[in-house]
């Protein structure tokens, strides 16, 4: 049975840090592409990092370039985003997907992010 479980969400003051992981089981985690997604209230979920399978290139999206990291580790079925410099725009529940070149495609429950002071 396949699953793609989120953690490390909370609150989290502005300026502060946050380290989500992904775990993932069921299936061949190390062929998959992983792509971290947000969505805030009343807004479309949006992709906010991307990284392949076993190259490890990562993609961010342009306003969280230099402040987030996307991360691998094969070995652990695991899948990790360093939150720096968090912003208030940054608040939102944060997923985890997992896409295969031959359509396999799943998504995690997601975490909530907020950032207040």
């Known amino acids: 049975q396949v699953h793609l479980v989120e953690s490390g969400g909370g609150l989290v003051q502005p300026g502060g840090s946050l380290r989500l992981s992904c775990a993932a089981s069921?299936?061949?985690?190390?062929?998959?592409?992983i792509t971290w997604y947000r969505q805030a209230p009343g807004k479309e979920r949006e992709p906010v990092a991307h990284?392949?399978?076993?190259?490890?290139?990562?993609n961010y999206t342009n306003s969280v370039k230099g402040r987030f990291t996307i991360s691998r580790d094969n070995t652990k079925n695991t899948a990790y985003l360093q939150m720096n410099s968090l912003k208030s725009e940054d608040a939102g529940v944060y997923y985890c997907?997992?896409?295969?070149?031959?359509?396999?495609?799943?998504w995690g429950q997601g975490t909530q992010v907020t950032v207040s002071s």
């Open positions: 990284i392949k399978d076993k190259e490890g290139t990562a």
């Open positions: 069921g299936f061949i985690f190390r062929t998959f592409y």
């Open positions: 997907r997992a896409r295969h070149w031959s359509g396999f495609d799943y």
